[in-house]
């Protein structure tokens, strides 16, 4: 969408596993954006989200878009950006991860990031049952395509 300037708002769970963080930074060099986005703390929950978006508007470098962990912490981004009057997305895009079931009903309608739920869950269950036949399991880790549901809180910008 032309976006130049993007912040990750990540969790404390991604320092379990940075795949969120590491794919994010990999998709920006490939885009020869690495300098122009940011990885900050959000976290997990609604007030973690007004928190961070607080220490964006604060520094006085807003990003033209935000990632956020979770759909949780995007609600509060966007509550703390409606509350100072920023318009998203005609001033800043916001980004969820999850698809939680009312986010189509959120002011505006968030894009976000749908995971394949019956597909992991299958794929747990799978494994659980194999390792309670002592079957032989594989120790790869399990990759799954999630999908980009676009809605309201996202907009082109222009540099």
């Known amino acids: 969408l032309g976006h130049r300037r993007i912040t990750y708002l990540a969790s404390p769970l991604d320092a379990g596993g940075p795949d ?28 973690d989200g007004i928190a961070a978006a607080e220490r964006l508007i604060s520094s006085g470098c807003m990003p033209t878009a935000v990632v956020a962990f979770n759909d ?8 703390l950006l409606r509350s100072r ?8 895009s916001v980004v969820g991860f999850d698809d ?8 505006p309608p968030l894009t976000t990031i749908r995971q394949p739920v019956r597909a992991m869950s299958e794929a747990a269950v799978s494994l659980l049952l194999s390792i309670i036949d002592e079957a032989p399991v594989s120790q790869a880790s399990l990759k799954f395509h999630a999908e980009l549901i676009v809605r309201d809180s996202t907009a082109s910008h222009s540099p």
């Open 20 to 47: 969120r963080v590491q794919a994010f930074l990999r998709a920006a060099e490939s885009l020869g954006m690495r300098t122009s986005v940011g990885v900050e703390e959000g976290g997990i929950t609604e007030a």
């Open 72 to 79: 949780r912490c995007a609600l509060g981004v966007l509550e």
């Open 100 to 107: 939680s079931a009312l986010m189509a009903f959120s002011s």
């Open 85 to 92: 009057g920023v318009a998203v997305p005609d001033d800043i």
